[in-house]
């Protein structure tokens, strides 16, 4: 995380151990953007980069801390579909918990104008 977080440090419970002990937490956590690309990543590895180009949102929820080394597990299920769109639910879980909850739209044509 401190790789990632490099010169963005405004926020030092994502990359000091000192500061996310005050804060009440046992280790530095990962940022909600860091966990969302897990995600993101397994959309696009199954669906193609572009699947993310047009119009793609999220409503998700960070449920728990996603503490460095901790091993994740992104999943995306699709739970409607239309001609022009696909619904999803999204969730990130450790091996003991849900650190990540929520959904997606994914449009399958591009909504700008020709």
């Excluded at 440090?9 to 000192?18: F, K, L, R, Y």
């Excluded at 299920?77 to 994914?106: F, I």
Aim: charged share 25%.
């Amino acid at each position: 995380m401190r790789l990632r977080d490099a010169g963005r440090e405004h926020n030092p419970i994502h990359t000091d151990p000192a500061v996310a002990k005050r804060e009440g937490l046992k280790a530095p956590i990962a940022g909600g953007s860091h966990v969302l690309s897990f995600v993101q990543a397994l959309l696009m590895a199954q669906w193609g980069p572009e699947c993310l180009l047009y119009g793609t949102s999220f409503d998700v929820r960070w449920v728990g801390q996603t503490y460095a080394g901790t091993r994740i597990v992104p999943s995306v299920r699709v739970c409607e579909t239309s001609a022009n769109e696909v619904h999803c639910e999204v969730e990130v879980t450790s091996e003991d918990r849900p650190l990540l909850r929520g959904t997606l739209r994914l449009p399958l044509v591009d909504p700008r104008p020709a």
